[in-house]
């Protein structure tokens, strides 16, 4: 009977401290970082060490890969999509990006992840870009759960300046609805890690936490001529020109001094506090790289063919990695096919959330998926766009081997640069990164060089088979209907739709569906009532009742220095 009462007690006792410690322990950290028009072949980790990337890598090293991870082509679609978990075509926000002085928002009545990761007892915060509307108060970050903003409102904005626009020309740093122009002259990269620093320093660690850092690296930032025209800006040309001589392109080299820093900073922050044992770190860009045209960066989507604002791969496929404790089978490539909008359904999911209470998304919910690295829950189609100004549109089937392309908005063939490969050198950066000292303290995963070249041969696409090099010269833009085997022909060589008029049959009955489906976009142009002149050189939320809401803080501004 003692015995029985003394094993008891002993178990209750072990039930008390086991709760005690789940209930002391928070939902996972949730930590996002998006590059702007980072291509393919700009990270190391895809074979290429002339943009070299050791943090993003050693995160997929110890996490996933996402081999085949897909965007939309062009930044404001793909922000929506990573926002709401719904196709851009729900939304009115398919095709072209959101301009300038545009009356235009992601409608209220939707759900986004912010707002259910709050109801979960979250804060959350974004830092960086925006681009999905400011003519209101609430049409800006706070409107759709985020608790701060410390960014740009615009597609992008000067890295040193803060500005944008070339005929309206106006400041775009904001913290949360106030206008920030006490930081000219500093670099924009640094002032998000610093904020993000502050942020994961001061948040309560019994609390969790939902964190976006949106770079603007690597778009390009200062306004030239027009707003059709910016440039590339680095923190010292002198030592960037030094530091990257053997790469050829100037405007590649300011490239090549990325985020990657801020990354392991992130990771570095997080794990002082304590937070990274119970973090998931998610990192994409957000659309292919522009190698040439507008806002060129000379980014590289090699060997993938097309660039952004392109519906081929180049455009639309892009780095992914995801890093966790709570990864189950890492340091691994995922090849199963993710969509951006997937990230919403799928964190939501991690964080304890019941995604019948989300709401409608076209995302699929893929945790079990990439906890296991296992097809459960898998992704067999995706809509890649509906452009419905340049009547071009992309879906992928067919468990998701064929895409089907009607028109092509540019005829991009292959462009970027191939950089080169030195394993033994990339390994050397992976090992003395932040990001892998960190991760290796907390974890017994102690990466090899055998291991790193054998991810890179993982997640290399073989795109130059001898039989199609011919074909690869002579390619032709995709005037009418182009199918692709993305199986046999990742890198969209041979158009097959010939070949198999009946999957070009089911293909477009599902992309004709969809475009029944759509919310119009109508064209909305310039509203002359957004002009910075009228709120002190400040773009400005010109919508709300109360106009130009910071007149009185006019003498606070230097109204000269632009």
Not at 88 to 113: C, E, M, S
């Amino acid at each position: 009977m003692k015995y029985s009462i003394a094993c008891s007690a002993v178990l209750l006792i072990s039930i008390i401290c086991i709760s005690s410690r789940l209930t002391n322990n928070p939902k996972p950290n949730i930590i996002c970082i998006i590059a702007d028009d980072v291509g393919w072949n700009d990270v190391s980790y895809h074979g290429s060490d002339q943009i070299s990337t050791p943090n993003i890598d050693s995160l997929g090293y110890h996490g996933l890969l996402l081999k085949r991870f897909y965007t939309q082509q062009v930044c404001t679609p793909s922000r929506a999509a990573f926002l709401t978990g719904q196709y851009p075509i729900r939304l009115g926000f398919q095709g072209y990006p959101l301009a300038l002085g545009v009356p235009k928002h992601i409608p209220k009545d939707v759900n986004t992840l912010p707002i259910s990761l709050k109801k979960l007892g979250y804060s959350t915060h974004l830092i960086g870009k925006w681009h999905l509307g400011y003519a209101k108060k609430e049409h800006t970050p706070l409107g759709y759960g985020y608790d701060t903003h410390f960014g740009y409102w615009n597609g992008f904005m000067g890295y040193f300046n803060h500005t944008i626009g070339a005929k309206y020309t106006g400041y775009d740093l904001h913290d949360n609805y106030q206008p920030i122009t006490n930081k000219n002259g500093q670099y924009a990269t640094d002032l998000f890690t610093e904020r993000a620093l502050d942020i994961i320093k001061n948040h309560p660690r019994q609390d969790s936490l939902h964190l976006v850092i949106s770079h603007l690296a690597g778009h390009t930032g200062k306004t030239l001529k027009t707003d059709h025209e910016s440039e590339l800006e680095v923190a010292n040309v002198t030592a960037t020109n030094e530091k990257y001589s053997f790469i050829k392109d100037t405007n590649r080299r300011k490239l090549a001094e990325n985020m990657d820093k801020s990354v392991g900073d992130v990771v570095e922050a997080l794990a002082k506090r304590n937070m990274l044992e119970n973090s998931i770190i998610v990192f994409f860009s957000d659309n292919g790289a522009p190698t040439y045209g507008m806002h060129a960066n000379s980014g590289s989507n090699y060997p993938l063919r097309g660039i952004k604002m392109t519906m081929y791969d180049g455009g639309v496929r892009t780095p992914s990695v995801i890093y966790s404790p709570l990864l189950q089978r890492t340091g691994d490539v995922f090849n199963g096919l993710f969509h951006v909008s997937d990230w919403v359904p799928t964190l939501f999911r991690a964080a304890g959330g019941n995604i019948k209470d989300f709401g409608p998304t076209d995302g699929i919910d893929q945790w079990e998926n990439l906890v296991n690295n296992q097809m459960l829950n898998e992704r067999t189609e995706l809509l890649v766009d509906i452009d419905p100004k340049f009547n071009y549109s992309a879906y992928i089937g067919y468990n998701g081997r064929y895409k089907l392309i009607n028109h092509s908005y540019f005829s991009y063939n292959y462009t970027g640069d191939k950089g080169f490969t030195n394993p033994t050198i990339h390994y050397q950066r992976i090992k003395t990164s932040k990001t892998n000292i960190y991760i290796e303290k907390i974890t017994n995963d102690r990466l090899t060089l055998k291991q790193t070249i054998s991810l890179r041969n993982k997640v290399h696409l073989n795109c130059a088979p001898s039989a199609h090099e011919q074909e690869r010269d002579e390619i032709r833009p995709c005037d009418g209907v182009c199918l692709f085997d993305l199986k046999e022909d990742p890198c969209e060589y041979r158009n097959v739709a010939a070949e198999h008029p009946e999957i070009v049959e089911y293909l477009s009955f599902k992309l004709n569906h969809l475009m029944r489906e759509a919310k119009p976009k109508p064209p909305i142009g310039f509203d002359v009532r957004s002009d910075p002149k009228l709120c002190n050189n400040t773009w400005f939320n010109w919508l709300d009742h109360d106009g130009c809401w910071y007149n009185h803080l006019s003498n606070s501004f230097d109204n000269n220095s632009l």
